[in-house]
């Protein structure tokens, strides 16, 4: 009976807006996050993350996506979760023809043009 109540809880947090993706996909993420101007008074902005997502795990309102931005000499991963307030929206900008592992940890190792390579 708890195990149902949980689902229900679960049910009502999903979000249906996101688009399908996929590992080896390009994306574009958009968070909210507050700052304080110049009189202290908190201001909402939006910051836009743009990579390619390397790894998607977790189900339900846990689930998250890993997305590596190549900047040079190294690389930025930032991890997001999918069902989470603070996301305001995922633009989905490419897709891969084919991608042949469920993870892509080995982009870690490559950079500049070769990191866009799957």
Do not use: C
């Not at 991890?79 to 307030?85: E, G, N, T």
Request: glycine share 8%; no cysteine; charged share 30%.
């Amino acid at each position: 009976m708890i195990k149902q109540q949980i689902a229900a809880v679960e049910k009502a947090q999903l979000r249906t807006d996101l688009p399908e993706i996929r590992i080896g996909d390009t994306v574009e993420v958009h968070t909210k996050w507050t700052q304080l101007d110049a009189e202290g008074k908190p201001v909402e902005r939006i910051a836009i993350f743009t990579g390619i997502v390397i790894a998607r795990k977790g189900r339900g309102t846990g689930q998250t996506i890993t997305v590596r931005k190549g900047a040079k000499p190294e690389g930025i991963e930032k991890v997001f979760p999918l069902h989470s307030p603070s996301l305001v929206k995922i633009v989905l900008k490419s897709r891969p023809s084919r991608v042949r592992r469920a993870k892509l940890y080995y982009l870690r190792g490559r950079l500049g043009k070769r990191a866009k390579k799957i």
